[in-house]
T-cell receptor, first 115, second 116 residues
Framework: DGGITQSPKYLFRKEGQNVTLSCEQN?????MYWYRQDPGQGLRLIYY???????QKGDIAEGYSVSREKKESFPLTVTSAQKNPTAFYLC??????????????FGQGTRLTVV | AQKVTQAQTEISVVEKEDVTLDCVYETRDTTYYLFWYKQPPSGELVFLIRRNSFDEQNEISGRYSWNFQKSTSSFNFTITASQVVDSAVYFC?????????????FGTGTRLQVTL
């Protein structure tokens, strides 16, 4: 079945450590996105990538980094510079470089907790 | 500026009641798309509907209906005869253009609780 897979579902990190969240899609989508969800704040865009080897900062990119070496994969690294990393992270993908004619498909999310 | 407002943070209804979730948006674009997504407890966002700015026809899909009114910049979502399985967080979203990219701007969501 086609879809987006995020792993792990739950992740615990000690303060000061970097951690990488995985996002893989087998939908042959060009565009991929990372969102952060906090209670009462909806979803906010961290990074997005319209094509392999290219990515752009979203609204809250500070303290995060990404790579897009393969079309299927868009991992997100939460660095120690991110001051408040505890949140629910959602990865999404869409068919083309513009979302106008298609909806975004979402993974099941990774809940990151800093301990 | 692009913005989506979902003023209702949480709504509780009894099963079989009708419920309307409000969505008000702001955009300077003349062409745009609006979306509704459902987020069940499992976490992933499930696409419900897409509506473009040139199509103001209301849409009905089973117990779900959507009312798009450009004059009031609203895209409200009604669930008729609600069921416990409708309990979820519902997000309204708007396409935002930035150069060659298009990004979804989400509202803060409305949590719907349907009880027996």
């Amino acid at each position: 079945d086609g879809g987006i897979t995020q792993s792990p579902k739950y992740l615990f990190r000690k303060e000061g450590q970097n951690v990488t969240l995985s996002c893989e899609q087998n939908l042959n989508h060009d565009a991929m996105y990372w969102y952060r969800q906090d209670p009462g704040q909806g979803l906010r865009l961290i990074y997005y990538s319209q094509i392999v080897n290219d990515f752009q900062k979203g609204d809250i990119a500070e303290g995060y980094s990404v790579s897009r070496e393969k079309k299927e994969s868009f991992p997100l690294t939460v660095t120690s510079a991110q001051k408040n990393p505890t949140a629910f992270y959602l990865c999404a993908s869409s068919v083309g470089q513009r979302l106008l004619n298609t909806e975004a498909f979402f993974g099941q999310g990774t809940r990151l907790t800093v301990v | 500026a692009q913005k989506v407002t979902q003023a209702q943070t949480e709504i509780s209804v009894v099963e079989k009641e009708d419920v309307t979730l409000d969505c008000v948006y702001e955009t300077r674009d003349t062409t745009y798309y609006l979306f509704w997504y459902k987020q069940p407890p499992s976490g992933e966002l499930v696409f419900l509907i897409r509506r473009n700015s040139f199509d103001e026809q209301n849409e009905i899909s089973g117990r779900y209906s959507w009312n798009f009114q450009k004059s009031t910049s609203s895209f409200n979502f009604t669930i008729t005869a609600s069921q416990v399985v409708d309990s979820a967080v519902y997000f309204c979203a708007l396409i935002r253009h930035t150069g060659t990219a298009s990004k979804l701007t989400f509202g803060t969501g409305t949590r719907l609780q349907v009880t027996l």
